[in-house]
């Protein structure tokens, strides 16, 4: 994995040995992504929440990308020490609050509102397509905010009355809800 764009460009990461629990975003895909982000949004004014944060890919290269505020949520322990630990070495620790918590749990209790959120669930979770309603009904995301569902084809939101728009890449899908 590597950081794609920004301050960090360049630099790559690796978890430590062992299994984890993780299926990392491809370059290609995480790209396409931050592609669409940076036409809609000035990423240095944003509050983002990462959901299933997994090797945090996603709150690096936002980090990267000039935002300075950034949550990031995962239940498995040494993914956020990893986080955590990656963060500090690369002296952005102030930019990202890392948190040991399952994401529906995080969803249910949090307080405060993000402009962006961003969930990457494993593919098989029994309650992904739950997470769009949950989101609208948690009041996490401010108005005008996007939530942004990673998920394969077996997945699918385009007739969620909130989801406006589904890119894919390769076999990786992004479907866009905006709760106006």
Known sequence: MRIISGKLRGRKFTLPSGK???????DFAKEGLFNVLVHQFDLEEMSVLELFGGTGNFSFEFVSRGCSKVTYVDKFYPCVKFVKETAESWNIG???QAIRMDAFQYIDKAS??????VADPPYDLPRLGQLPTLIKQSRL?????????EHNQMHEF???EDCFMVKHYGKTFFSYFSFD
Do not use: C, M, N, Y
């Open 141 to 149: 995301l401010k108005k005008g905010g996007w939530f942004i569902l």
């Open 158 to 160: 385009e007739q969620h």
């Open 112 to 117: 405060g509102s993000f402009d962006l959120i």
């Open 20 to 26: 984890w629990p993780v299926r990392p975003t491809t």
């Open 94 to 96: 102030e930019a990202i």
